[in-house]
């Protein structure tokens, strides 16, 4: 045996005992919550057919998907690195529900590589949906409902950025030319790489010079919601972006605008969101801790097109960036089956306490727990004593 074999492949990570219970803690919590909102949860396999798999998503669900040959049909599976697809199709093919649906869920997901040097490859990604209702409620209680899930997790001063993937797409696909290199364009906006955008429009055919000058403003299209009023007047007059900006407008009335920004060029998911997309970002985290936004008609993959908004989070990522997780208060219980003992024993555990029973001739070494109290048999009875 090596002294390697406990070496794990880069970016996955063990969990130990105060942070996994501090995890399991946030899931259980933030389940409860999503069921008083009505969601309901469902539990998608780990592992299925990548014809189902990727059929919602665009190229990099596909990047990020391991996938690996089915021993009994010889097909094709992928390990899911997102659960939405999933949730989509159960929705659109399993439910097949009239009006409006709720769905909730948790799992974990692998990723084939990680998305930044210090992101993870396995998350435990957990979300909600709303399926059925195009109007704006729906994108209103779905970022209530993050935002709230931060709050449960005590999540300090978040902030939300809102966009609206048409401001970007109408620009792009008025033009031939760039529409044809929409995913390089696209790339570049989300970086804020203006010096690189420049140069590719400049080789592109044909660029009316309003939409290439919105393209290289779009990145500086970022802060306070003033933003939107700049929006307005700086680009091109546009049907599809007028809408887009209204859709905007009519999300920032309803929140707090205390901690909404803007931001035109975050552009992620392109090729999936169709409405207002957000993320949610806080201090202590290097990147969002929420992304979600509209992504209407995915479901038409599955052979039912319906609205759809939502959002997930990575439970692990979450948990990391707060103040580290501190033991829990238990009680010290010998071992014994007297009768007295294991009926008191019972009776702390029924009332919510931790009780570590130390066997005999042993020394009890642990992480997750504070002795704060022990059981001691004095005159007859086993009592509670503090442990100075």
Request: proline share 5%; hydrophobic share 40%.
């Amino acid at each position: 045996m090596t002294t390697s074999n406990w070496l794990l492949p880069e970016h996955l990570s063990d969990i130990l005992p105060a942070e996994a219970r501090r995890i399991e803690e946030l899931r259980r919590k933030l389940l409860d919550l999503y069921r008083t909102f009505g969601f309901e949860m469902v539990a998608p396999p780990l592992i299925e057919y990548t014809d189902s798999l990727l059929a919602a998503k665009g190229l990099d669900l596909q990047l990020r998907t391991c996938k690996l040959v089915d021993q009994l049909s010889g097909r094709t599976m992928g390990l899911r690195a997102d659960m939405t697809p999933q949730v989509t199709r159960i929705d659109a093919h399993l439910l097949n529900r009239e009006g409006v649906t709720r769905l909730c869920y948790c799992g974990s997901v692998i990723h084939a590589r990680p998305s930044g040097l210090l992101s993870d490859r396995e998350l435990l990604q957990i979300g909600a949906e709303i399926y059925g209702h195009a109007g704006f409620e729906a994108d209103l209680q779905i970022i209530q409902l993050a935002l709230d899930s931060l709050e449960m997790a005590g999540v300090q001063k978040p902030r939300i950025d809102l966009n609206h993937p048409n401001v970007s797409r109408v620009l792009v696909d008025s033009v031939p030319s760039l529409s044809e290199r929409a995913g390089e364009i696209f790339s570049l906006l989300n970086d804020k790489d203006v010096p690189s955008l420049k140069e590719l429009l400049e080789g592109c055919q044909d660029v009316p010079q309003d939409i290439a000058n919105a393209l290289i403003l779009l990145p500086s299209l970022y802060g306070s919601v003033n933003v939107l009023d700049e929006a307005q007047e700086s680009l091109p007059d546009l049907p599809g972006i007028s809408q887009a900006l209204q859709s905007l407008r009519e999300l920032v009335g309803a929140l707090d605008n205390a901690c909404v920004g803007i931001d035109l060029a975050d552009v992620r998911g392109y090729d999936y969101h169709s409405g207002v997309s957000f993320a949610i970002f806080a201090p202590g985290w290097h990147d969002a801790i929420v992304r979600g936004g509209r992504y209407d008609n995915v479901g038409k993959v599955f052979g039912r097109a319906r609205p759809a908004t939502g959002f997930s989070l990575d439970l692990r990522k979450v948990s990391a960036g707060l103040s580290p997780a501190q033991p829990s208060r238990a009680i010290k219980a010998p071992w014994g089956l007297d009768v007295d003992l294991v009926e008191r024993i019972r009776e702390l555990r029924n009332q919510g306490h931790v009780v570590v029973q130390i066997f005999p001739n042993s020394t009890q070494s642990v992480d997750e727990f504070i002795f704060e109290s022990e059981l001691v048999y004095s005159e007859g009875d086993w009592i509670l004593e503090s442990i100075q």
